[in-house]
């Protein structure tokens, strides 16, 4: 109906419309009342004086010099003012909640047509939201959400602690809506940016289960305040870096907001902004959370991708400031969604093209990072270093099993990942206070599975450029060390003839390649030389171990990715819980199995180990080549004999395959019985269960 009538006629009739809607407002009936406030909102226009009349109980004089479309005496102007003044205080205050939530509802849109009326309303919605109705505080964040969306919303410091207040509300909806409407505020200064942030950690601290919310919300108020983040993140870098001795602990809530903050900065081609690379780095190890919160901006890939970006792009460790001492504004085009929409770009060419190369990439980064990890090691701090280690392996866990070659770069560093985790703890254990009998118990376990460890990773993989098989001889070296700083006599002379070992096939290595040895293999190679040759009556006491192992430094493994995975897939035919395999006690039994060998060369020993109670085993020698088949992958069927039936009704056997450590001597492997393996085994599949059950004599 306003719409046919001139723009000057139109606003008359609205304003007139208003009016008598806010007179309304007070109506007996709460009904009239909610029907009133639902059809404010649907006006479109206002005139400005009448809508900060409807904000104040306090008479304005809004029509003073104003024309009314009829006439109308003083008195009934002053009642116009009256039916208007305060309509909306009325209504926020209104002792049903109906009435609140359809008052706040009203104002949805009227802020856009007034700046003045936009405070005076921001100001009114404040108080809502210590409101007893949660669907009231819910509609007021709402409608502070549309005024942040038309860029109507103008928070100051006096609104900050009302506003913050939602964020330890009880009702985690009123939380939710409260983080959204963060992510679009445009904070006017660092204090305020600084509020927020204590808030939401605030909140955090009372409500754990809103970690995903508060990092996301976290990561946007970085991207809408870059130079505030940088300040901040400046003036608390020493206390959250790990290498820095910082005053937090590098697992705690704090710091991961403080990196979420930190990384949120887009990557700028000219550096003029800086943010400490190290924190790209210590995100990658936080990857699984972060990428679960930043789940409506970019997915795990891309986030990684993004990270390797920014670690690649960043070379120094401090923030660059302008000369006036606050952190230098971005430049245009450098903004993160650049970035992002950069990234993705690149992901899907890779997926189609790269995949490979990028995987390679990748694995290397989280390599170099498993470096940086060893002053924390060194320094006695086991939780961060097990915590950072666990979350690299859960970056390895995005990327799918490609190409032979990444595939087996995946298991490669997954497994040197584990051995790393091995090293801390046995590191850790070397100054723990423990009881005696304690130590050397765990000493024991810890070792026996670190020396396995080494061995499977020798063993499981082919393809070792140089570098990367005198990594892992260094870390064997370390191994045997540490036996022997125990102080096992009773097989100090093993150890020692292993250590020997080991230390001749890296001085064979070392001429090859032309490298210079590490400190701390110069330091064993010269204590060995010290000793002489080996024997029984060899002294390992001449030797100090502490000495020794405090030279050493894990240096970083230049990776070549060229690596192939040697695995097995074991299948038992025909057998399950139902259906036992029948015996006779005593007598032989076959059991069918389907083997599929990878990249197991021909000259390599396998064996099929079959153990019944855990203690006892029976090993059967595999000759795989009379099957055919290639180097890279084998499939055939083989009946297994197992030789040692109990006498019992039932029972339940185990097998597996095991790959013979060619590169150990004979001399210092672990018998495994007359007719059996005489090096130790590489197991490269699964346990399978077999069940077998006696034949009825009946």
Partial sequence: ?????????????????????????????????????????????????????????????IFKGKKPLVQCSTEQLEMLALDVAGAFVHGVEDEFYQVRKSA????????????KFAGEALNLLMDVLNDDSVSVRLQALETLHHMAMSKCLKL?????????????????????????????????????????????????????????????????????????AASIIQGVFKQIDPTSEGELGFDSVKVTAYIVLAISAPVLDDHTLRIPSRLFSYAVTLLGK???????????????AYLLENCKNIGSSDLVLNPEGSPCSPTPGGSINDILVSLRTTAMINEQQHKHDDTIESIKTVLSKVQDIWPLIQSGFLHQVLRTLRFCKEALGTFTHGSDTSSGALAFTLQYLKIIKLVAKVWNLMSAKLNCLRKIGEWELLLGKLERGLKELRSRFIGFSKEEELHILELMLVTYTLRLYNGEVWCHLMTLRKLSIIASDIEHLLKEGSFEPSTFVFE??????????????????????????????????????????????????????????????????????????????????????????????????????????????????????????????????????????CFESAEVSKRHGHGGPRRDLAYICKEKEVYLSMINKG
């Fill in 524 to 661: 064993a190679q010269k204590a060995l030389s010290s000793l002489g040759t080996v024997t029984p009556k060899a002294s390992y006491n001449l030797f100090d171990f502490r000495k020794l192992l405090q030279s050493f430094t894990l240096n970083h493994l230049e990776f070549s990715g060229k690596l192939k995975h040697i695995k097995a897939e074991l299948f038992i035919l025909d057998n399950d819980y139902e259906k036992p395999l029948h015996f006779v006690p005593g007598l032989p039994v076959g059991i069918p199995c389907q083997i599929i060998l990878h990249n197991v060369l021909s000259e390599r020993k396998l064996w099929v180990r079959i153990s019944m109670d855990g203690m006892t085993s029976q090993f059967v020698f595999l000759d795989f080549p009379v099957f055919g088949g290639c180097d890279e992958v084998r499939e055939f069927t083989y009946v297994v004999p197992f030789y040692r039936t109990p006498k019992a009704s039932s029972f339940i056997a185990r097998i597996c395959i095991g790959l013979e450590c």
């Fill in 290 to 304: 972060i990428s679960h919160a930043l789940g409506d901006i970019m997915d795990q890939s891309t986030f990684f």
């Fill in 156 to 228: 100051q410091e006096a609104h900050m602690h009302m506003f913050l207040g939602a964020l330890s509300d009880s009702n985690g909806h009123v939380r939710s809506a409260l983080r959204k409407l963060l992510k679009l505020v445009k904070l006017p200064d660092l204090e305020t940016f600084q509020l927020s942030f204590n808030g939401l950690l605030k909140s955090l601290e009372s409500y754990a289960q809103d970690e995903s919310g508060v990092l996301s919300v976290l990561f946007h108020m970085g991207q809408n305040h870059v130079n505030m």
């Fill in 1 to 61: 109906m306003l719409a046919a009538h001139s723009p000057e006629r139109k606003r008359y009739l609205s304003d007139e419309i208003f009016i008598n809607l806010c007179s309304m407002t007070r109506d007996m009936s709460m009904k009239v009342r909610v029907n009133a406030f639902d059809a404010i909102k649907k006006l479109e226009i206002v005139s400005e004086d009448i809508l900060l009349q409807s904000v104040s109980k306090k008479v304005l004089g």
């Fill in 104 to 115: 706040c509802d009203a104002l949805y849109n009227l802020p856009i047509l007034s700046t």
